[in-house]
């Protein structure tokens, strides 16, 4: 592993701009890099069904035994136009105006070092399989929509979460509801002749149980307005919920309950309401005793870590990876505060991670 080409390349990685939707340029950028490096390349048709630019990058490395796999995302959240990494007392972080972008070019940058390493040292490996997805940050949409009749391997890597060690095996199902709630405007002088939206929204979001609303459930309602001039009474409101359970049923559950909640505000100020519920992904559960655990505490005891399993709320492409069939582990790469300003990586974890994924390669 060659440290200053690592941090040279996942710097040059986090300059191009790949925000959710627009992640061409960063694709095809990648997609050159890993025909260099000998992987036969595949594009999917991905984009066309989550809004991007850009496409899913599936590349496939000849090796000696059972091939695995290793998923990244190219896109990042805003803002993430105009990155530049500066690296300060071992550690890499933005300018201060903009996100970093670790989340998730660290992972990807770790494979292609790793990759360059094996090459350049001769080293024997598995066939080493890699699918690079657009649209994470918006839904999960580039894993969800991916070509998977291509893929070999039946065990893959996810690069895709914090802290160096842990091994996430248990993920969320996760449902969003739009809920507008649809009164009567009338002038402010009048206002018995209308029905006020906004305050029977209100009441709504007064009723709804935020943060962790019981040991499997955490629920955020977000995205609260209603336009319009301040001296007419509101006609609509409108706002936006995020559910996450890790007991599908129980999720249900909830959503039954916050759509009962919402229609007895509306009705109790005589408004009506529309609620569009959607699940967008199952419960991630692994077994605990997969052999690909195993050898992953192996591999993290070889380098003084100690690999523990564990859950996270935040969703990843896992979900998606391991619902096709494939025992899917999304790994701590020592990405910090993400999606903000603040977020930076040390330079010591993005070698421990190339070294962890360097040695699942072999």
């Not at 989340?103 to 890699?130: F, M, N, S, Y």
Request: with cysteine; aromatic share 6%; glycine share 8%.
């Amino acid at each position: 592993m060659n440290t200053s080409r690592l941090i040279e390349t996942f710097s040059r990685y986090v300059a191009c701009d790949s925000e959710s939707g627009n992640e061409l340029k960063f694709a095809e950028l990648l997609e050159g890099e890993l025909q260099n490096l000998g992987f036969s390349v595949l594009r999917d048709a991905a984009q066309e069904k989550c809004g991007s630019n850009g496409f899913n990058i599936y590349g496939f490395l000849q090796g000696v035994g059972e091939p695995i796999l290793f998923s990244a995302h190219m896109d990042t959240v805003s803002p993430g136009v105009g990155i530049e990494a500066v690296v300060e007392d071992g550690v890499i972080r933005s300018k201060g105006d903009t996100i970093l972008g670790a989340d998730d070019k660290a992972g990807i940058a770790a494979v292609v070092e790793a990759v360059t390493t094996l090459k350049e040292q001769k080293l024997t490996h598995r066939p080493i399989e890699v699918l690079f997805t657009v649209a994470e940050e918006i839904g999960l949409l580039g894993a969800k929509y991916a070509d998977y009749s291509n893929i070999k391997s039946t065990e893959a890597i996810i690069l895709d979460s914090s802290n160096i060690g842990e091994m996430v095996t248990r993920a969320p199902a996760m449902a969003e509801m739009f809920v507008e709630v649809i009164g009567k405007s009338a002038h402010v002088a009048t206002p018995e002749k209308g029905i006020h939206a906004l305050k029977a929204a209100a009441a709504a979001v007064s009723a709804i149980p935020c943060g962790k609303v019981d040991e499997q459930t955490v629920c955020n309602v977000a995205n609260f307005r209603s336009e319009g001039p301040s001296n007419v009474v509101p006609e609509r409101a409108r706002f936006e919920i995020d559910l996450r359970s890790f007991d599908a049923d129980l999720l249900k559950r909830h959503m039954a309950d916050i759509e009962a909640m919402v229609k007895a505000a509306a009705e109790s100020f005589g408004a009506q309401y529309e609620v569009q519920a959607t699940q967008k992904t199952e419960v991630l559960s692994i077994p605990s005793d997969r052999p690909i655990i195993g050898r992953l505490q192996a591999a993290y005891a070889a380098l003084g870590t100690t690999g523990q399993i564990t859950k996270a709320y935040g969703g990843s492409d896992a979900t998606w990876i391991f619902a096709n069939g494939i025992d899917a582990i999304n790994v701590g790469i020592g990405m910090m505060d993400v999606h903000s300003t603040n977020e930076h990586i040390s330079v010591a974890d993005l070698e421990h991670t190339t070294k962890l994924v360097l040695s699942m390669m072999q």
